[in-house]
């Protein structure tokens, strides 16, 4: 099949088939605008197999019940292989081949949604011209957290609006159990609060990805593990040029399986070195780059202003996904307090989008002699001003914990002016009065649907 011939054949199968039925999720993309010259791009990014091309699905349906016509919505999907080498001409070929095959589109606008964009050169000067030239509403997605920021920035400065996808909420996960979900300040009965409470445990054992919520444990594991390999070798690898894979992969099963934990860049370094493995400390660094790059997990700065200074073995890391953890875990390890914290993080993550660096760190210090640690801080680094604080402690039945809880947002309640803070746990709920502040103790499943 000549080139050609096999981009029209795409996208003639994409319109036979129609747009598929999906699971709506909760990312609002706005009122869809009228096809025109200048319009603002729309792009999605976030990690890959998150349910990005399901959220174009999502928007094209939306498209459909307004009355727009399938002839005039050109979808692409440029993860395929016989598409390969990509060559920058690609982009050209594709739109010019849908006006020849639907040229109602041209003349009444276009609506154009174009899936992991990021893998096609000198994309962002094509977008442009299309932008610049054509009667159109363009929709794009990447799973590269550069499009937030160099790339885009380059072409369409102040005209595009960014949004990130991450696998299903807990609320998205209520929901596709169910089919419904409770409002944040619904009143629940001990029933609710039970059946929500066995949700939790099973959001944190099967996560986010949709895929992945119909398999048993064991096909679960492997298709995350699988998703994780295909990014490190297109994400990673691929993309910056990675001379050693096998480091890149091992790397990955150690930063997932520290979820939750401070991942020392030196200890890990000293141990490949002992195991043989050609490792430098640098190499690491970039690696954990990398990874977050493509959305397969975060790390989490101590909150400063000196965050360019801000050493990346002093991070905690969170997988992008609470089963993602579990999927590189050890198969002894079921610690339900790592899960737990990385979803409490992952909600933080969805609402404090990366606008800055700085927006969710960790909090240490020192009162008098002594030392304090929270796990999050909600602010602004830069500016030293935080808004919110919450520990994570799955059992707060030992009085150890508590004290150690209670005394380290007592502590920050103080240094940064908050009359409340927060402690998310399993099951407990109530309201601790200590001496600068109130301490909301809730139950996650509450807490992650606020």
Not at 93 to 120: M, N
Not at 279 to 293: F, G, Q, T
Request: proline share 4%; hydrophobic share 40%.
């Amino acid at each position: 099949m000549a080139f050609n011939d096999l981009i029209a054949q795409k996208i003639k199968d994409f319109e036979q088939q129609g747009v598929p039925q999906v699971f709506e999720r909760d990312l609002d993309l706005g009122n869809p605008q009228e096809p025109k010259r200048d319009n603002i791009v729309n792009v999605i990014v976030g990690a890959r197999r998150c349910g990005k091309t399901y959220r174009l699905y999502q928007e094209m349906r939306r498209l459909q019940s307004r009355g727009v016509e399938l002839d005039r919505m050109l979808y692409f999907n440029f993860e395929d292989e016989r598409l390969r080498p990509y060559e920058p001409s690609l982009l050209a070929d594709v739109l010019d081949t849908f006006y020849a095959l639907y040229p109602v589109a041209r003349t009444e606008g276009a609506y154009i949604f174009f899936d992991e964009i990021q893998e096609i050169p000198e994309w962002g000067a094509f977008l442009r011209r299309v932008v610049d030239t054509e009667k159109a509403t363009v929709y794009v997605t990447g799973s590269s957290s550069k499009m937030l920021s160099s790339e885009l920035k380059s072409e369409f400065r102040g005209r595009s609006l960014v949004r990130e996808l991450f696998p299903l909420s807990f609320s998205e996960y209520v929901r596709y159990k169910t089919g419904s979900v409770p409002e944040p300040d619904a009143t629940f009965s001990p029933s609710d609060a039970a059946l929500l409470r066995h949700h939790l445990i099973g959001y944190l054992e099967q996560g986010g990805f949709i895929a992945t919520l119909e398999q048993t444990p064991a096909d679960a594991i492997q298709l995350l593990q699988e998703y994780a390999s295909r990014t490190v070798a297109m994400d990673v690898v691929e993309r910056y040029d990675v001379k050693n894979p096998r480091l890149a992969s091992l790397f990955l099963t150690r930063c997932m399986a520290s979820s939750g934990r401070e991942l020392s860049v030196n200890k890990v370094y000293n141990e490949f070195k002992s195991r043989q493995i050609p490792v430098s400390r640098n190499s690491l660094s970039d690696l954990l780059e990398y990874y977050e790059d493509a959305y397969l997990l975060f790390s989490v700065p101590e909150f400063t202003r000196s965050l360019a200074n801000n050493m990346r073995s002093a991070s905690k890391v969170y997988a992008v996904d609470p089963a993602m953890f579990g999927a590189f875990s050890p198969a002894s390890a079921l610690d339900q307090g790592q899960r737990l914290e990385t979803a409490v993080f992952n909600a933080l993550r969805r609402r404090t989008p990366a606008v800055r660096t700085g927006s969710v760190c960790r909090l240490l210090i020192k009162e008098k002699s002594k030392s304090h640690e929270v796990d999050f801080v909600a602010g602004d680094a830069l500016l030293m001003r935080a808004y919110s604080l919450i520990q994570v402690s799955a059992d707060m039945a030992s009085e150890k914990t508590r004290e150690r809880e209670i005394a380290a947002l007592d502590a920050s309640m103080a240094q940064f002016d908050l009359g409340e803070s927060a402690i998310v746990t399993m099951d407990e709920q109530t309201d601790i009065p200590c001496e600068h502040g109130v301490v909301h103790v809730m139950p996650a499943w509450k807490w992650l649907l606020a």
